[in-house]
């Protein structure tokens, strides 16, 4: 052995040693050249981890001290190849102190402090890129990022609706985009603002509520509370609904038309697949694109069209009277609970409302499904399909029927 690297017998070592089980071998090491990983707790030779990383993947056992000595003795359970292959990687130089701290410093640059794992196995950085924002589209960026808009389920008139979610809060929303590009005569661009006035003005738990509006030079943006359970009209069927639930149903459509007749705000569009359930099937009126507000000293509307769905349209419209009023959507409330009730629609062709009268289904002998209405609901559907406007029920005299008592 070299005298230089002699033990002493006569003074005790001042280099402390580790035992360190190694790959079914147990070798003497000193502690300065073990690493230690704090999460497998396995140990390691610094020379072989400080090379290139393609060293790692070779088979290699922890150095003892009569390797770095130069002494080719090895334990009896070493092989021949593990013999071999130590003799390569070791060349009989112990590693220096810097070699050791540039050994520290790269490793610290590819391990997690928190956690002590690698950089790309590492949890924490996986919990914050879950927590990173995702990258926002221009539309998104228009609504300063408050809302994610997810993919479309309805086209409107002037516009798609989009499903949508809150970005902080993470609820549910629905986001109604209306391009500037449709919006040609000042009328259009003009009920886009009649639309966002009116609605937000509405506060009633049977109407839907407008949350918040966007625009930048292409679109508007209207964020709207979201109706889990869809349209009406998808809950009809062929036989229409009991009319347990008619009565529930329809009380809170005429609460929520007493409730704008009385602010003098005209829906205009009444129909199945503007009324809405939520997650407790409770009714929500939507899309106000059509809405028109008068004062109070006015005699009403002044005829500027036919606005409405082909079908629910009242009669006085069709025949283009100089002023109306409320009772239109009475009217179109009218035919909406007949439809809820027997599944049909009550005129056919949709222009018969002008001067056909009402007529009930009468239940057949060999019909299979039969169609039974009380007397108190036709009692309630002649009034509000009543011709004239000026003798059509209000919504509050309607919410007065013994129907709903």
Known sequence: MNDRLRRSHSKPESTEYTDVFINGMLCRVPREFVVVSRRTRKAADPRILAVHPKALARTCRTSSFDDYAGNNKAPHSFNKQSKAQNNSSCNGSVPTLQDLRDFSSALASVMCQACHNVNDRCSCAAVEQREMPPLLTA???????QYLIRESFAN???GR????EGLASQDSVVVKIIPKYVLQSAEEKQSVIREEVIHRSCTHPNIIRLIDTYQDEHAHFIILERAENGSLDKHFGRQGIPEVECKRLFRQLISALQYLHHHRIVHHDLKPQNILLDGQNNLKVCDFGAARAYNKNEPGLPFSGIYGTPGYIAPELLCGIPYYTTA???FSAGLILFEMLFGYAAFY???ASVTAPVE?????PRQKHQIHASENVKDLILHLLEKDPALRWTAQRA???????
């Open 139 to 145: 539309r998104e960026q228009a609504m300063h990022g």
């Open 156 to 158: 409107g008139a002037y």
């Open 161 to 164: 609706v989009h499903n949508g």
């Open 328 to 330: 239109v959507d009475i």
């Open 349 to 351: 062709p949709p222009s």
């Open 360 to 364: 009930f289904p009468v239940p057949r």
């Open 399 to 405: 919410l007065e029927h013994p129907w709903f008592k």
